[in-house]
């Protein structure tokens, strides 16, 4: 039996049902049988008003009677136990315990539910007591000897706890709930309400110190009906990119690679990766695993030329534009400066890569003076 559960009313005789004492009909001279004695028939006298009268209120009576007996007899023998049972209240009734109750007395209650998320049991023999003290009898227990009550409840656990105190942050002292989340002190707090109350958290009395980041509130439900008051510590989220797969050596990251995620700007390292999309399109420097925070020198843009690679050699001026072959001698990636070799002329020229095997050269400025008087003796002197 659940310590907490007991009936919550005595158990009564219905006060409908009522046992009438008919007087027993004898002979007489007190025995019950006599003699057969014929004797001449009596004359018949008319029945008086009042013998009447009786005789019409006994049959009433025992049409009453009747009436109410019936269908409580036929009623009681369905009455059947429940099994296990959840109760969405304070109080369990009759109809909460056995099924095919009669309608009047279904919300009788019995016991008391156990509290807010908890199980409790009561035993067979006492549902049984309370059941006959109400004049129902036959009752099918099934075998069972104890049913268990659990005692349904709304669970508000840690996510909407945090969330309901993040707004009153906002609310109360500005901060962006995106670029914060809350370590709460101990294991994580669940807030336990009424099935039937409805609508969303709210944090009261919310108190924040700027310098230890520590935050208080009583976390509430309705009008304080449900309520509960949690305190932790407020920590700074950093935007980092998180790797959704694995990339080998080389391999350059693609569209869906990467995600945006917020962690704790403790955790990660100072040059983690702030972008997701910024990351599209360069290529591994190692073998990162899926959920790496990416960090700045994690990836790079991919080479655009390499080593002994033929390449389109560019010489452009106001007044000149030429291309030739050439021969890079070095590796290098957007924007980076290599070495090549005009094939023409032999000469080593430095280049700065402007795309896939494509590098521009550019005059220096008394070149460009010089190209600009005379563009043909700038194009003979390049080759």
Do not use: C
């Amino acid at each position: 039996m659940y310590a907490g559960m007991h009936p919550a009313h005595p158990a009564h005789p219905d006060p409908d049902f009522e046992t009438l004492d008919l007087p027993r009909i004898g002979m007489a001279d007190g025995s019950d049988i006599s003699p057969i004695i014929r004797r001449p028939r009596p004359r018949v006298s008319p029945l008086g008003s009042a013998v009447i009268l009786r005789a019409v209120l006994a049959f009433l009576t025992f049409a009453v009677l009747g009436a109410l007996a019936i269908p409580a007899m036929a009623q009681a023998e369905g009455l059947r136990l429940r099994g296990d049972v959840t109760a969405r209240g304070d109080i369990l009734t009759l109809a909460d315990l056995v099924e095919g109750v009669p309608e009047r007395l279904a919300a009788r209650p019995l016991f008391r539910a156990p509290t807010l998320g908890a199980t409790g049991t009561i035993q067979t023999r006492r549902i049984l007591d309370a059941a006959a003290a109400l004049g129902l009898a036959n009752l099918e227990t099934g075998g069972r000897l104890q049913i268990a009550v659990q005692r349904a409840a709304r669970r508000l656990g840690p996510p909407e706890i945090e969330a309901a105190l993040k707004r009153g942050l906002e609310t109360s002292y500005g901060l962006d709930p995106r670029s914060v989340t809350i370590r709460f002190d101990g294991d994580g707090p669940t807030l336990l309400a009424p099935v039937d109350l409805e609508g969303q958290a709210a944090a009261l009395d919310v108190t924040y110190d700027l310098r230890s980041r520590r935050v208080a509130g009583l976390v509430s439900l309705g009008e304080r009906q449900a309520s509960l008051r949690v305190s932790g510590v407020v920590v700074e989220l950093r935007e980092v990119a998180v790797l959704t797969r694995t990339l080998n050596r080389g391999e350059p990251v693609k569209e869906g690679d990467v995600v945006a995620e917020r962690r704790p700007r403790e955790t990660v390292a100072s040059d983690a990766q702030g972008s997701a999309t910024a990351v599209i399109g360069e290529v591994a420097q190692n073998t990162l695993t899926a959920g790496t925070v990416l960090r700045m020198t994690d990836t790079a843009p991919p080479e655009l030329v390499a080593r002994g690679e033929n390449v389109t050699i560019v010489y452009e001026t106001p007044n000149v534009s030429l291309s030739m072959r050439g021969l890079s001698n070095d590796s290098g990636r957007m924007g980076a400066v290599v070495n090549v070799v005009n094939v023409a002329s032999k000469k080593i020229l430095q280049a700065t890569v402007i795309g896939p095997g494509r590098v521009s050269v550019s005059p220096s400025p008394a070149a460009q003076q010089a190209a600009g008087a005379a563009p043909v003796q700038a194009t003979a002197s390049l080759r």
